[in-house]
């Protein structure tokens, strides 16, 4: 794992008023090697303690990169945790083409990957670590927990365990013409290049978009980098059903929070919370992407951070 070191740059996430003192943690670009591509993140390493506990950070809307989940990295690191925040491949700054492209396996090995290379650091304490994923990639965290004695916790917000199951929710218009789209990308891609679908749409059941509900095209928006691209290609809808959840796969025998939210139209907590009964779930009155700002990022980063504190003192 590479690095290059900086400051904590003033202009990331939420507003300056609301930010933590950049003086209380640095930050240092981190670059590891996940199949065969370079996947990209940042340290946020706090000025106390010495040798602060690690907490592995990724995820957030689809496709959009790390930058929604920045605002945590801030403030845990404020708290005095070291954060490592990554992209997975084909998105953020991470490498892999085609760009937006959605695949939970690719997510897994990326996990894997970011924790192997934070650990072959000697300056943050990685022999017991702490996973934070949003979305798609909780799925993920749960399942490196699950293989790995040395992750002592999941954070797991808005979690979505089976990408069938999402799609799935959508209903069979939209799932078989997405599947019929994802085909047609495998074929013409050799040839032409990718065919693409749009991330999100605001007019449910209008495109095949990955997200359709009202006013989700301006909240992406408002989270992702500026010049955001809106699509993806049509083969992540074939990754997605292929991804079915498997309900007697292992399970994390670490502590586990489920954070979600009641007015959440694009996941179901709830149900999650079902296949994982000895999780503490906590539901918030807000919606799908309203955890990345305001009242609704600051309950839920609450929420994580006690339990983060009580797991360290386990």
Known sequence: MTSARSGARPGDGRSSRDRPSRYEYATVRLTFRSGGERCVGRLYRPDRPSSPPAVVLAGGP?????????SYAERLAAAGYAVFGFDFRHA?????????????????????????????????????????????????????????????????????????????DRGLRFLAG?????????????????????????????????????????????????????????????SLWRDTGDADRT?????????GGTHDDVTDVEAVAETLPDATLVRLPAGHLDLYDGRGFERCLRHGLAFLDATERR
Not at 62 to 70: D, E, F, S, T, Y
Not at 102 to 115: H, K, N, T
Not at 191 to 199: D, M, Q, S, Y
């Open 62 to 70: 689809i496709a959009a990169g790390g930058r929604p989940l920045r």
């Open 92 to 168: 953020g700054d991470s490498d892999g083409e085609p760009r937006n492209l959605v695949s939970p396996p690719r997510q897994r090995a990326d996990w894997e990957a970011a924790l192997a290379g934070l650990r072959g650091r000697g300056d943050v304490a990685t022999d017991s670590v702490l996973l934070w994923g949003a979305g798609l990639a909780a799925r993920g965290a749960l399942d490196v927990a699950a293989d790995d004695p040395r992750v002592a916790g999941v954070v797991a917000q808005t979690p979505i365990l089976s990408g069938r199951a999402f799609l799935r």
């Open 178 to 238: 997405g599947l019929l789209a994802g085909v047609r990308d495998r074929l013409q891609s050799p040839v032409v290049g990718p065919h693409r679908l749009p991330v999100v749409d605001d007019e449910a059941g209008s495109r095949l978009a990955l997200v359709s509900t009202a006013g989700a095209s301006r909240r992406y928006r408002t989270l992702a980098d500026e010049g955001w691209d809106n699509r993806t290609p049509a083969r992540s809808i074939l």
């Open 251 to 259: 399970r994390p025998t670490c502590p586990v929070l489920l954070v």
